[in-house]
């Protein structure tokens, strides 16, 4: 039906809306979003040293076979870099998750202020027009959860994008001819 069709977003639309819930989000705490971002670049070289580590411990253990004074001089601190990586994207991936709770909160109470600076400037008898007092009520309720919501989504895309290009780079590295 067309009706239906009107509901859809462009993907000029879905760009757009997700740039202005980053602008909300940058404004709200930049540093929170700063650190996730960046710490989703250290867990996805976290991820490629890890997939580095296993691929040379497999080496090394195929190689040197059953000796175990090679498997202790080769294997172990293979074995323990790999086990300290995993261990570390672990822990900043935790640590990830509380700061985005952080930013989420924060970007609450910033969308709260914009719509109550925006709602203080108003006239008195606006707030007595139902469509005013509806808009104002959408912008209060509606909107505080969405921008965090889309700025999340995106956070998890990229880290999604980050692991997929470590990974295929780590695999390029290893047997180009494994990508296709």
Known sequence: TPAASDDRLSTRDLIRTAAFAAR??????????????????????????????????????????????????????????????????????????????????????????????AATNAELLDFEDPAFYDRLQRATFASRAQPVVLVTGLIVILQAALTTLAIGGTVIVMAWWLMP
């Open 24 to 117: 909300l989000v940058w404004h709200a705490d930049r540093r929170h979003l700063i650190a996730i971002l960046s710490v989703q670049v250290l867990n996805a070289a976290g991820l490629a040293a890890l997939v580095l580590a296993i691929k040379h411990l497999a080496q090394a253990g195929v190689r040197d076979g059953t000796d175990l004074d090679t498997v202790g001089r080769t294997l172990l601190p293979i074995l323990l870099a790999a086990v300290a990586i995993a261990s570390v994207n672990a822990i900043l991936r935790n640590l990830t998750q509380s700061w985005q709770r952080v930013l989420a909160t924060q970007t609450d109470r910033h969308i709260v202020g914009l719509v109550l600076r």
